[in-house]
C-alpha cells in the first residue's frame, strides 16, 4: 500500500542522505549513500503514480539497499527526533520523512561542504532546495504536513527531544542538537 511504500521509502532515503551527511569518515558508505540517495529521489515518487512499475519498485528497493549498507556511518538529526516518536505507535519511516526536510534545514550550516556536495549530485542548489524537494516529495507520497498532524503533542515532542539528545544518532548526525 502507498502508506507503507512512501514511509519506508523514505526512510531509506533518510538513511541515504543522514548517511552522505554524518561527520563519520568512510568513503565507501559515503560514496553508498549518494548513489542510493540519487535513485530514491529520482523515483520515489513515482510509486505513487505507478503503484505496480517493477522498474519503479526495483529502483527503489536498490536505492534501500544501499542506504541499509551506508548507515555504518551512522545517522542523523531526523532518526534521533524520530525513534524516541516510534515509542507512541506512529510509523517510523513517516515520521522521519516529515522531519527530515526540517533537519537538512537544521544540519545544513554545519554540513558544510558535505551538504554542497549532496546537494551537487542530487541537482540542488543549496540545502534549503533539497528540504523544499524533500516537502514536495511527503506533499506527492501523501504524507502529513507535520508531526502535530501525526497526533504528536508537545508533552512527546519534549520527551522525544530529551532522547534524541542523548542518544546515539545526536552523537553522528552532521549538527548535534540539544533538548530545546
Known sequence: PLPISAGTGLDALSHCLEACLSPVFNPVAGGLAKEGAG????????????????????????????GGLSMVKGLGAAHAVAVPLDEIGLHHGTLVGVVMPHAIRFVAASAGERMTDLCASLGYRDANALADALTKLNTTLGLPPDLRSMGVSDEDMRAAATVAATGHFNRTSARPAGES
Not at 46 to 52: F, G, L, N, Q, T
Not at 55 to 63: H, L, Q, Y
Open 39 to 66: 535513485r530514491l529521489m529520482r523515483r520515489l515518487a513515482d510509486v505513487a503514480e505507478h503503484p505496480s512499475d517493477i522498474a519503479v519498485r526495483s529502483e527503489i528497493m536498490m536505492g534501500a539497499i544501499l
